[in-house]
């Protein structure tokens, strides 16, 4: 199998920057693997690498759809599938970013969801208004009759889930769980050192996250929710409901005063941050690297280490 490089960790930790420091010494581009940065005209709120460090070297699956569109887990697993495979083929190293556990675990595994149709937005908006008409508790009922499975992860406020299981069903005659067991039967796509930037002291990571939130507002945080508003992107939208957007948003329309929306930012940054660290932790096989006190380039000399190792015993 084709050997990937993984950059993982939650938000803040410096994924960027070590990810850019690999891929100059390996001869690599950047793959995002960010739920967020694939938006144009979120770059503030979503932390995404600036323009200086997009020069520095090749960033892939940024800026890729406009805010408001439909994004999948099997749609990412696609795009990023291509964008390794041209990589490889060019005789460069993918090094993929990102702090979307779900994003780099369904590409890593060839997790294309097998069959699982791409989304249909005229039957979508048809649900969607089932929904908002029947309810939650409905609409779960719906669910439970074609996927039982399914429908008892869910719940009945778990609006956008049920609506996609229920697509999926009507789409193909076929249960969410069904696709899933088949996608799961699938070998692993790619063999991958898999990096984890950690910190065995919490404090210092939510400190890091306070810094970048008040980093992030001074830049224009509020600034670039309103340019999205202002162009027409619903509340309701995925992108508009990504920490930050939201409680700018509920600032920008008086719900909050600016001083809570930061403040609320912070609180849900934190603990998005500990979400994320919970999923990574299931990787037994990963490098974790201790991100306090350590340069990219001194982490990177680390990764580069282990990386020639792993090819090694590839080649053996």
């Not at 460069?92 to 249909?120: H, M, N, W």
């Not at 069904?178 to 799961?184: K, L, P, Q």
Request: charged residues 30%; hydrophobic residues 40%.
């Amino acid at each position: 199998m084709k050997k990937l490089l993984v950059i993982a960790g939650p938000t803040a930790s410096g994924k960027t920057a070590l990810g850019i420091a690999l891929a100059r010494r390996l001869n690599g581009e950047i793959v995002s693997a960010d739920s967020m940065q694939i938006y144009r005209g979120m770059d503030i709120g979503t932390a995404k690498a600036n323009a200086w460090e997009q020069a520095q070297v090749p960033h892939h699956l940024l800026d890729i759809l406009n805010p408001g569109e439909n994004y999948s887990v099997s749609r990412y697993v696609e795009d990023a599938t291509l964008v390794c495979e041209d990589l490889f083929r060019a005789g460069k190293q993918p090094v993929v970013v990102g702090g979307t556990g779900l994003y780099i675990d369904s590409l890593l595994l060839g997790r294309c969801f097998a069959g699982a149709p791409a989304e249909d937005t005229a039957l979508r908006g048809r649900l969607g208004a089932d929904y908002d008409r029947e309810g939650g508790e409905a609409m779960l009922r719906r669910l439970q009759a074609v996927d039982p499975a399914r429908a008892q992860k869910l719940s009945p406020t778990d609006r956008r889930r049920i609506i996609r299981a229920l697509e999926i069903h009507t789409l193909t005659g076929r249960s969410m769980t069904e696709h899933d067991e088949e996608s799961r039967k699938q070998p692993p796509a790619y063999d991958a050192l898999y990096v984890v930037l950690c910190f065995s002291e919490r404090a210092k990571l939510y400190e890091r996250i306070e810094r970048r939130v008040d980093r992030m507002c001074e830049e224009g945080l509020f600034e670039e929710t309103q340019k999205l508003l202002t162009a027409g992107v619903p509340d309701e939208s995925t992108c508009m409901q990504a920490i930050g957007y939201r409680q700018a948003a509920m600032a920008l329309r008086g719900e909050l005063s600016r001083e809570e929306a930061v403040a609320q930012i912070k609180q849900a940054t934190r603990r998005y941050a500990k979400r994320q660290m919970t999923w990574f932790r299931r990787h037994e096989e990963a490098l974790f690297l201790e991100a306090e006190g350590h340069t990219a380039e001194e982490l990177a000399e680390t990764v580069c280490q282990r990386f020639a190792a792993a090819e090694g015993e590839t080649d053996d």
